[in-house]
C-alpha cells in the first residue's frame, strides 16, 4: 500500500556522494570574466544568509537559470559543495532515467524527507525542466512532479533547521510559464561568454595550463577577428569547440574554430 | 475493496496537532494597517456566527484569498487557532507530496468524516489550487479533488453540529473559473501591504524589538523615497527582504532594500 | 468479475431512509409567492400523473432546475416525499465523494434496480451537475455517468410498474449541451425571489415566528428601499443573510443587510 | 487471459427472448398516415431480400433513422419479430448500464458470433449513438466500440448463412461524421408526424378505442386550430401528451394540449 | 511478463487456410474494363519481382487503395492467392473485433515473424485503417499500431527470405497524413467503373450467366440512359444494386435501379 | 518491484553481434559522389574524437540526418563497424515491436548502462522518430522516451571511459522541435543524389559489376536526358527502381525508369 511503497520501495541505491557531484566540474570552474564573478559572488551571499542562525526562517532556494551549456550544473555542483553544509543531496534526471512519474516524485519526496532530518541541509536539483518531463511539442510535463516541486520549494524546513536549495534550469520561460520561478527566494542568471575578452581569457588560461592547442599568436588573431562582432557562447560548447580543433591541421584550426562559432550562431 | 480503503488505508498519521497549526505563525502576526485589521475583524464575526447556538444552519465556510506572501496561510491559522473550537484539522498540500488524487481525496474526506463527529470542529484547508494540482499549462486540475471540494464545501453537518472552513488561496481567477468561490460563505480578501506607513509600522516594530538591522534614520530615508510610489507587497516577502539585507554593509543596505523592492515589482 | 463487482461491491450502506430526505428541507419550505405556489402545483399534477393506474406508461421524469441556492433541493424532497410513493431513493453526490466513476454508476444503477422491484417508486437525483463530475475549466466530465443517467432516464420500468424521478441542477446550460434535457417527461423552473413584496413576506414570516432579526419598522423601510431596484435572490442565500445580520449591531443591520445583497449581485 | 475472457466473461444473462422485444411496442404501432407506410413497405422489401435464398451475398442491415420520440425502436423491434428469423438478437444500452467499452464490445461481439451460428439471424441494435457512448460536449465517444461495429456491420456470415440488421439512431448527422451511415445496405428515415391529417388519426384512433380523453369535437377544434401551423412531432412525444391532459379539467384540456405542443417547439 | 506474453498470450487460433483468403471473391472478378486488367497487370509485375531469385533485397510491399465497395479485398485476395507463394497469411479487422491494441500488434507481429521464417511469404493486410482504428470524429488511431505497421512494412526478411506484402484501404488520405503510403514500394489504385461500357459489360455478364434479372433490351435502355451521364460506382455496390431489383416488379425496375444509382450519388 | 525490473525483466534477446550491423549495408556502400565522400570524411574525425585519450570530455554523439531512403541506416552502420570501438550495440525499433513506452525505455536505458561499463563504446540508434513513436496525426510521441534520450545524449560516460552514439532520422524537422538536436555533439546531413554524374556514376558501377541491366549506351541516353532536369534521389530508392526494370523488356525499360523517377517525383 501507499505509505509502505513510499518508506520501502525507493532504495537508498540513488544516494549520492560529494564526490559524485564533483565530477560535474572536474575540469574545473574557469573564471573568465565580471559577470561569472558577480554570479558566483551573489550566490555565496545566498548560502550565507542561508546558514545565519540568527534569522528564523530556514529556508532559502536558488533558481540559477541560463542557457544549455552555459555552465550552470558545474557552478552549482560549485555553489553547493563549497557551502560547507554536512549534508549534500543530489536530485537529476539522469538518476531516474525510466521512472514512471510517481516514483520520480516520491525519489524526490525521500530527498526533502532526509534533508529535514538534517540540522543542515542542502538539496541539488539539476535540470528542473528534464524532472518536469517537459516535452515542447504538445507541452507536455508532469504535473505530479510540478505539484511536488511547487510545495517543496516553498515548505518550511522543522524548526531550527536550515534548507539551502539550488536549482537549475535552460527553460526559464517554460517555469515562468508554470508559476514556478516565484517559488524561489531568487532566481539568478548564468552568463553565457559575450565579450572578446572572455573569450580570450579562456584560451590564454588553457594555453598557459598546456591544454589548448591555440598559440598565442593564434589567440591574437582569434581575438581581433571578433572584437567587432556580437559573441554568446556557453563556456561547455566552447569548450567542445577547442577540444574538436585539437583534431585538425594547425593551419586550418584557427579560421575553423571561427567558422564553427558562426555556424553554431555563437557570433553575429 | 473500496469501503475498506477508504477507512483504513488512510493512516492516522496525517493527525495534526494545535501546534503543528501554531507554527504557521510562529513568527507571530503583525498589524501593519487597518486593511489587516478590517480583515481580522470581518473573520472573528464569521467564526461568531459559526459557533451561534440559535442559528440552525450549522456550516460557515470561509474563503481567504490573497498575492503570493500576502500572510494567507499564517492569517487563517491564527484565524483558526482563536476560534476555541475544540477541535481542529488540517489539510494542506505539504502533507499529500506525491499522493495520487484518489488518495488526496481520501484524505480530504476523512478530515470531513471526522469533523462531522464533533459538536463543533474547524477545518483549515490551506493552499486550495495546490490541493486541486492546478497546473498552468493545459490548465490541469485534479477534477477528483475539485468534485469533493465542491460537494464538502455546501454539506451540512449532521443536525446540531457546527463546522468552520477555513481555505486559503492565492489563484481566486482560477476557484472563480472553477465556480468554486460561490461555494463559500463568503470571500474575504487579504492585503498587500500598499502605504508607506504600513511599511514603516512593520520597519519600526521590527526595530523596537531589537530584530530589525535598520536605524531609525534609515527607517524614515526609506519612508521619504517611497512617499511618491505606488506599493504593493506581502509580509511574507517584505519580512524575507529585511533578513536579506541583513547580510550586508550597512552603508549598501538601505538602498539595496530599495532597489530590491522594485525589482521586485513591489514598488511602481 | 463484472457481474459479481456490480451485485456484491455496493454496499446497502447508501440506503436512505426518509428521514435523511426530510432534513433537506427541515428549516421548512415558506410560501413566498406565486412563482412558487405555480411551481408547486405543476410538480404535483406530474406526480399525480406519475401514480395514474389507467396510464400504461410507466415512467415520469421531472427536471427541477434554478440558479444556486434557489432551494432546488429542499424542494426536490418536499415532493418525493409528499408523492406517498412507498419507495423514495436517494442519489446524491454528497453520498459518493472519492467514488471512482464507475463505482457511481454501479450506485445509481443499483438504485434503479431496486426502483424497478417495487411497484410505485420515486428516486430523487439531487445536483445533476456534480454526479456527472463537470468541470467548467476544459469541460470535464464523467461520460461514463453520462451515458448512464442518458438511458436510465428513459428506460421505461418493468410492465405494471410506476417510477417518478426528481433530478435537481443549477447547470441547466451544461445539461443542454449535453442533450440530457430532452430526456425528461418535463423541465420545471425553480424561481428566485424577485419581487419586493416575496422578500416582505419571508421577513414578516420570520418575525411573527420569532425567528428574524428585523423589526416591522426595519422591514418596511427595507421594503421601501428596493420597491425601485430589481431584485434576484435565491431563498437559501436570503436565509443566511438574515443569520448573518442576528450578529450585528441593530442600529447597523438593516443598511449592511441592504449593502450584503447588493455586494452580492442580489440587487440592481 | 484475454482468449478466456472472451468465451467465458460474458455471461449468457443478456439473452433476449422475443417477448422482451415485443415490449418495445405494446402499446401497439398506429398507422397514423402515408409516410409511416411507406417506410414500413421499404423495411418489408429489405427484410424480403435478406431471406432471398438465391442471392448469394447473406448479409442486409439498415439504419433506422429519426428525431427523439419519432417511434424508431417500436417499428424497428416490429420490423424484427414480423421478419420471421428463428432467432432475433437484441444488443441495447439499456443492458449495459456501466459496463466499460470493451464490455460492451465483448457482448456485442457475442451477439454477432452467436449469429453467424445460425442460419438465419437478425440482430436488433437500438439506440447506436448510446452504445457508442457518444457524449457532445467535447465529442467523446468508444472508439473500441466504434471500430468493432464498423466491422462487424459489414462482415458477411459464413457460406450459405443469412443475417439481417437493424438499427436505430437519432443522431443520424453523428453517425455520418464517424462515416458509419457508410457501412449499412440502406438508411430509411422514420417520420415524425407533420400534417394535420396525421394528428387526427391518432386522436380519432385513440377516442375510438376509448383511450384519449378527447371528444370528436375537441378533436375538430383542435384540428381547425393547427390547419395553418408547421408541425412536426415524434408519435411518443405525442401521446405523451395527451397522457398527460387527461389529468385536466376537461374545459381547459385542448388548449393546454395546443400550448404544450407550441412550448415543445412540435408547432410553429 | 512481456516476452512471455509476446510468444504464449497469441494463440495460433488466428491461423488463415487459403480457403479463408479464396471466400473474399467466392463471387468471382469479373473483368468489366481497361482500368481493372491494368491493375491486375500491374499487381502481377510486382509480384514477379517479389519471386526474382537474383534480386538481393527481399520486400515487396503493395499498397491497393480505392473507394468504398470498389472490389478491394477480393482483388488483393486474387493476387495473393496466384501469386503462388507457398505461405499466405491474413491480417484482418474482421478477426480482431475487440481486441485491445496491445493484442492487435502482437498478432501482427506474430504474422510477420511467421512469415520470417518461410523462404517466400505473403501477407495480406485488409482494411489498414480499421487495423488502425481510425476514428474520424477527433481523428483517432491506434499509434502502437501505426508504429508497428511503420516499421514491418520496411523492415527486410532474414537473408535470402522473400516477403510480399499485400495491403488496401479506403482511406488513403489518412494514411498519407500518417506519411505511411511512402513505406510502400507501391501505391496501385482500384478502380471504380466510370463509364457505360464498363456497367453494360457487368449486366451481359450476368445476364449471360443467368443471374442477373435484367433482359438484353433494359441493359440497352439502361446504357443509353446514362450515356451522357458521369458514372462512378463499386463493383461490390453496384452487384448490391442488382440484387435489390430482383425483388421487384419487372416493369419498374430498371428506372428504380437507375433512380437507386443516382440516390447514391454513383449517377452525376 | 521497479528496480528489480530494470535488472531481470529485459532479457539479453536483444543483445546486436557486429553481424546484424553488418547487414544494414550488405549490398554495400557505393561511393557516388562528393556529398557523400565529405559526409564520411566529416564522420570520421568526430569519430577519431570520440577515441581521443588526451581530451577528457568522453561523449561524442552524432546525428545523421537525411530525407527517407538516402541511405542513413546503412552509413550509420559502417561507420559504427569502422570506428574499431570494441563494443557496438544497435536500438533499433525493428527490434521493438509492440513494446510499450516504458519497456523500450528500460531497453535503451540497458544499452546505456552496458556501455558504461565498457572503457570504449558505440551506440547506433536508428530511426530515432520510430523509437520516439512519433505519429503524425496529433503529433503524438513518447514523451517517457523523449525524456530518456534527452537525458542519456548529453550524459558523461563514467570518468576515463569513452562514448560514441550514431543516430539515424528522417525527421529533423520533428526533432528540432522537440529541442532534441540541440542534445547532440553534431548534425551531418546524409545527402541525396542531386547531380547527373552522380546517377551516372551508380549506372555505370553497377554495369561493370554486371549487376545492372542497363547498357552503357542506354546509361549515355538516360545520362543526355536528364541533364537539364533537377534530380533528388536517395540512393534506396534509386537501387530499388533498377531493380523493378529488370523485369521489364530491354526496350522499355530506360523511357520506364525515367518515367518512374518523374512519378516518384524524384525529376523536376
Ligand atoms: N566558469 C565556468 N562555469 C561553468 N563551467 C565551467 C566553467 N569553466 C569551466 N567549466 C566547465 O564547463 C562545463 C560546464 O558544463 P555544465 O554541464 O555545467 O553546463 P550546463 O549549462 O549544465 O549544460 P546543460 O545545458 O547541458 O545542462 C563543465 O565541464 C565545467 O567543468
Ligand atoms: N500581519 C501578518 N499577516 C500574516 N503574516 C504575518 C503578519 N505579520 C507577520 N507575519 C508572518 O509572515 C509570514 C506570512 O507567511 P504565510 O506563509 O502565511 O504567507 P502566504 O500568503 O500563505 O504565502 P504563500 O502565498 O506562499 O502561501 C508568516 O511567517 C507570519 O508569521
Ligand atoms: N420556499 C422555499 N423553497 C425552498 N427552500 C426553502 C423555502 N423556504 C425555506 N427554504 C429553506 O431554504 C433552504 C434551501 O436550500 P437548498 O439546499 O434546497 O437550496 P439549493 O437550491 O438546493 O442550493 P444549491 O444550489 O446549493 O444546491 C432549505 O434549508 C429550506 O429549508
Ligand atoms: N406508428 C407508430 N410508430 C412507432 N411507435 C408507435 C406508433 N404508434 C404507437 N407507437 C408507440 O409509440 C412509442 C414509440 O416509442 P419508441 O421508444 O419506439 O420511440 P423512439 O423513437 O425509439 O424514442 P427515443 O428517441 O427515445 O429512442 C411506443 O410506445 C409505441 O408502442
Ligand atoms: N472485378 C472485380 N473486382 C473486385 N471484386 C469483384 C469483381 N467482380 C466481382 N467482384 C465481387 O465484388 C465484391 C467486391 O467486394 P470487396 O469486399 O472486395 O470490396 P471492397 O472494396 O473491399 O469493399 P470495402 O470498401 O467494404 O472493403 C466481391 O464479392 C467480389 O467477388
Ligand atoms: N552510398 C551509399 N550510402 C548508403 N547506402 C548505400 C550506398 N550505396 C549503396 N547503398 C545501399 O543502399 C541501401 C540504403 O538503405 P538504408 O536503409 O540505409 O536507407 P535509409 O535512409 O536508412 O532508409 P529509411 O529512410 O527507410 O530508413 C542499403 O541497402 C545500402 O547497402
Ligand atoms: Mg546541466
Ligand atoms: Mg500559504
Ligand atoms: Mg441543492
Ligand atoms: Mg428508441
Ligand atoms: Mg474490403
Ligand atoms: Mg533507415
Chains 1, 2, 3, 4, 5, 6 share one sequence.
Not at 509502505?4 to 549520492?16: C, I, S
Not at 574557469?30 to 545565519?52: E, S, V
Not at 579560421?255 to 557570433?267: N, V
Request: with cysteine; charged share 25%.
Amino acid at each position: 500500500d501507499f505509505i509502505h511503497a513510499l518508506e520501502n520501495d525507493v532504495k537508498p541505491a540513488f544516494g549520492t556522494s560529494n564526490e559524485a557531484i564533483e565530477r560535474f566540474y572536474s575540469t574545473g570552474i574557469m573564471t573568465w570574466g565580471q559577470p561569472l564573478q558577480d554570479l558566483l559572488d551573489d550566490g555565496n551571499l545566498f548560502i550565507q544568509q542561508a546558514k545565519d542562525g540568527e534569522i528564523q526562517r530556514g529556508l532559502v532556494s536558488i533558481l540559477l537559470e541560463g542557457s544549455p551549456n552555459a555552465g550552470k550544473t558545474a557552478l552549482a555542483a560549485k555553489l553547493a559543495l563549497e557551502s560547507d553544509f554536512p549534508f549534500v543531496k543530489l536530485c537529476s534526471p539522469e538518476d531516474m532515467v525510466g521512472f514512471t512519474e510517481t516514483a520520480k516524485c516520491m525519489q524526490i519526496r525521500k530527498v526533502f524527507d532526509d534533508a529535514y532530518k538534517s540540522t543542515q541541509s542542502c538539496i541539488l536539483i539539476d535540470d528542473v525542466e528534464g524532472l518536469l518531463e517537459y516535452g515542447d511539442i504538445g507541452a507536455r510535463y508532469s504535473n505530479v512532479v510540478l505539484q511536488a516541486l511547487r510545495v517543496l520549494l516553498k515548505k518550511e524546513p522543522p524548526p531550527g533547521k536550515k534548507l539551502l536549495i539550488l536549482c537549475t534550469t535552460s527553460r526559464r520561460d517554460v517555469l515562468e510559464q508554470m508559476k514556478l520561478c516565484a517559488s524561489f527566494t531568487t532566481v539568478l542568471h548564468v552568463p553565457n561568454l559575450t565579450k572578446p575578452e572572455h573569450l580570450t581569457t579562456v584560451l590564454l588560461n588553457l594555453s598557459e595550463n598546456g591544454n589548448s592547442c591555440f598559440t598565442r599568436d593564434e589567440i591574437s588573431r582569434i581575438s581581433k577577428n571578433i572584437s567587432s562582432k556580437r559573441l554568446s557562447v556557453g563556456i561547455k560548447k566552447l569548450l567542445a569547440f577547442i577540444d574538436w580543433t585539437r583534431q585538425m591541421d594547425p593551419k586550418a584550426r584557427s579560421s575553423k574554430f571561427l567558422a564553427k562559432l558562426e555556424e553554431e550562431m555563437a557570433l553575429l
